[in-house]
C-alpha cells in the first residue's frame, strides 16, 4: 500500500528528501504522515497533511522539515533540512483514514559526521 524511500546516511547540517507512494484510493481522501522511531524510543509524529487543510510539524523539525503531497503522483514527501544526529530514527510512512491506517516498511535516517 505504501512505498516509501529516501533515507540514507547525511552528515549534519545535510538534507534529505524522503517519498512515499501510496495507492490512488486511499491518497486522495487520507491524512498523510511521517512519523519516526529512534532506538529506544517511542514512534512519534514528524509531519501530518490532509488532503485539504493546514499542515501539523512536531515542534522540533519546526523551520526545518517540509511535508507536501503530489496528487498527480499519489505521493508524499518529506524535505529534511539542517539535519542533525537527533533526527536519526526509521523514517515511516502513515495513511490514515476513517476505516484505514496504513504503514509503510520505514527507512533509516542516520545523521552522522
Known amino acids: 500500500q505504501l512505498q516509501a524511500s529516501g533515507g540514507g546516511l547525511v552528515q549534519p547540517g545535510g538534507s534529505l528528501r524522503l517519498s512515499c507512494a501510496a495507492s490512488?484510493?486511499?491518497?486522495?481522501?487520507?491524512?498523510m504522515g511521517w512519523y519516526r522511531q529512534a532506538p529506544g524510543k517511542q514512534r512519534e509524529l514528524v509531519a501530518a497533511?490532509?488532503?485539504?487543510?493546514?499542515?501539523n510539524y512536531a515542534d522540533s523539525v519546526k523551520g526545518r522539515f517540509t511535508i507536501s503531497r503530489d496528487n498527480a503522483k499519489n505521493t508524499v514527501y518529506l524535505q529534511m533540512n539542517s539535519l542533525e544526529p537527533e533526527d536519526t530514527a526509521v523514517y515511516y510512512c502513515?495513511?490514515?483514514?476513517?476505516?484505514?491506517?496504513?504503514w509503510g516498511q520505514g527507512t533509516q535516517v542516520t545523521v552522522s559526521s
Open positions: 497533511m490532509p488532503s485539504g487543510g493546514s499542515t
Open positions: 502513515n495513511a490514515r483514514t476513517q476505516v484505514t491506517n496504513a
Open positions: 490512488g484510493n486511499i491518497f486522495r481522501v487520507a491524512v
